[in-house]
């Protein structure tokens, strides 16, 4: 099945910093996902992005399929932005059993 | 929508009773999936529902393991006989249709510990 990687796997920063998530899968992909897992254990969807470049707020992301990685930007980072951010790929062509890779744990210190 | 609703939220437990966590998709989800994670193993996918079908049960550890979907609204993942090392929380995710890509909406997982 696909492998899905993750960099760096823990990450201090101050509050106001700038930061870039990496993911990298094995496999050509139609679907990948980021999600956020604050401190109290909820996981929330950031964004859907099988290519290209998306923002919401503070955070973007870009995916490149061809070269199977995806990046998630974090940028004037604040205390609120803690926890645990996961990138996730579909195992198979169906694009419905997604694998998770083993998350960045981000810490943001004011 | 008040999202995907799970229960209970916290559950402790002896070793060898029966355990059951529930799921209330979003309305009109047609996917659902139960995920378990670990500190050892992070997020796993047990099993996956397409309109209230199993589709792949695959990640099931064991026969201990069972999951039903009786109908759009409602799943249950239970465990029976329970064992310590099934503690760990488990999440019930839903995905609307949408042409072959799955934007998972997660519930806020059912902590389970067993003595």
């Known amino acids: 099945g696909i492998q899905v990687e993750q960099s760096p796997p823990d990450l201090i920063l101050q509050e106001g910093a700038n930061s870039t998530l990496r993911c990298n899968f094995s496999?050509?992909?139609?679907?990948l996902q980021w999600f956020h897992q604050n401190p109290w254990g909820q996981l929330i969807n950031l964004f859907y992005?099988?290519?290209g470049t998306k923002q919401n707020g503070r955070l973007s992301a870009t995916t490149v399929a061809t070269e199977r990685y995806s990046l998630l930007y974090i940028s004037s980072s604040q205390t609120t932005d803690s926890g645990v951010y996961f990138c996730?790929?579909?195992?198979?062509?169906?694009?419905?059993?997604?694998?998770f890779g083993g998350g960045t744990r981000v810490l943001v210190k004011p | 929508d008040a999202g995907v609703i799970q229960s209970p939220r916290h559950e402790v437990t002896e070793m060898g009773q029966e355990v059951t966590l529930r799921c209330k998709p979003i309305?009109?989800?047609?996917?659902l999936f139960w995920y378990r994670q670990t500190m050892m193993r992070g997020l796993e996918l047990l099993i996956y529902?397409?309109?209230?079908?199993?589709?792949?049960d695959s990640g099931m550890p064991e026969d201990r393991f069972s999951a039903k979907m009786p109908n759009a609204s409602f799943s249950t993942l239970k465990i029976q006989p329970s064992e310590p090392r099934d503690s760990a929380v488990y999440f019930c995710?839903?995905?609307?249709?949408?042409?072959?890509?799955?934007?998972?909406?997660f519930g806020a997982g059912s902590r389970l510990t067993v003595l």
């Open positions: 496999d050509s992909v139609n679907n």
């Open positions: 995710a839903s995905s609307p249709r949408v042409s072959g890509a799955n934007v998972l909406t």
């Open positions: 992005i099988p290519s």
């Open positions: 529902f397409n309109n209230n079908v199993p589709i792949d």
């Open positions: 996730a790929a579909p195992r198979g062509a169906a694009g419905n059993k997604l694998t």
């Open positions: 309305s009109g989800h047609n996917s």
